[in-house]
């Protein structure tokens, strides 16, 4: 497959941006990334100070944010200027880029809007007993707000994010489980307003292939702030029997993690890329990460973020910044 050279120009007193590409190629990945002095910060899809590559295509659509690493968080501001980009796979679509502009390049607050999608049906419980909602209820509902208040309140406690609009949308039953790989990608792009924020989507019923129940479920590392009715542009979060209020909330904010770029702090299968955050050796017990919001398995007996890790989830551009906006613009290809 060719690759297709771009460029584009990130102003000053950006904190960070998020590119998101549309290729005729399901395998399409970012090659590189260089800033406006020539610094490296993506080689052959691999964020510096990596060793594999993130952030590669899932059904022909391909994201990189930056900063995305240690070695990408020197200084407060992104450099500004001319920036280019090499992509694997011919673009079919204009790029989309996002920036997280706050005026300064220093963070000051703001706020996140979230977009909730309710399949009719939906079975809720906490801190009511379980009942099905439908279109007339879901708006109202006590036990998604309380979902979405201790979503928030950790969310501002933790990165300093407070709450935003809250808007919910009823869809269809059939969206209640979600247990193979095509009906996951349907869960995920069921999203179709195009607000900016966060698009949450939610099922009674998600695994791979029917095995052990996943709680939350999130394609892009990161995802595509500008993906609506792509399965990289929204998040689900499952709501089972064995889950309260709480649990569902945590599940909310560990895929947000995952959605503006963070790993999980150990994985056989991925890579962290924070030299702040703790990991869990081999035979460790306790784990140094357990009460790490990314643990693999969720945090546990406590709730902490590394400096780092707010540090990437501050410079994405999925909320509101307090001083500024978000800028969006495309990038013919």
């Not at 900063?67 to 992509?87: E, F, M, N, Q």
Request: glycine share 12%.
């Amino acid at each position: 497959m060719p690759d297709t050279a771009f460029s584009f120009d990130v102003p000053r007193g950006a904190i960070g941006f998020t590119l998101t590409v549309l290729a005729n190629d399901p395998d399409v990945v970012v090659r590189s990334l260089v800033s406006p002095t020539g610094h490296v910060a993506v080689t052959d899809g691999v964020p510096e100070g990596g060793t594999r590559a993130i952030g590669r295509g899932s059904r022909g659509a391909a994201s990189v944010a930056y900063p995305a690493s240690t070695a990408s968080l020197a200084g407060d501001a992104v450099v500004p200027g001319r920036w280019t980009a090499v992509v694997h796979g011919p673009v079919s679509a204009p790029v989309s880029l996002r920036v997280q502009n706050t005026g300064d390049g220093r963070f000051h607050g703001g706020a996140l809007d979230l977009d909730v999608y309710v399949p009719r049906g939906l079975f809720v419980h906490d801190p009511e007993p379980v009942h099905a909602l439908d279109t007339d209820t879901i708006a109202r509902d006590a036990c998604l707000e309380r979902r979405v208040a201790i979503f928030y309140s950790m969310l501002e406690r933790l990165v300093g994010i407070r709450r935003g609009a809250v808007r919910y949308y009823a869809i269809d039953e059939r969206y209640r489980s979600a247990t193979t790989g095509d009906a996951r990608a349907a869960l995920l792009s069921a999203p179709s307003t195009r607000h900016p924020g966060l698009a949450v989507v939610l099922t009674n019923d998600m695994s791979y292939g029917g095995g052990d129940p996943l709680l939350g479920y999130s394609v892009g590392l990161p995802g595509l702030v500008d993906g609506f009715g792509l399965p990289q542009g929204a998040i689900a979060v499952a709501l089972n029997k064995g889950s309260d209020a709480t649990n569902d909330a945590l599940t909310l904010l560990h895929e947000l993690g995952h959605f503006t770029g963070l790993m999980h702090t150990t994985d056989p299968d991925s890579e962290d890329l924070l030299a702040d955050t703790p990991t869990c050796s081999k035979g460790q017990t306790p784990c140094a990460d357990e009460t790490n919001l990314m643990a693999f398995s969720g945090p546990s007996g406590g709730l902490t973020l590394s400096p780092s890790q707010v540090r990437i989830m501050q410079a994405s551009p999925f909320y509101r910044a307090t001083r500024a906006s978000t800028t969006g613009t495309t990038i013919g290809n």
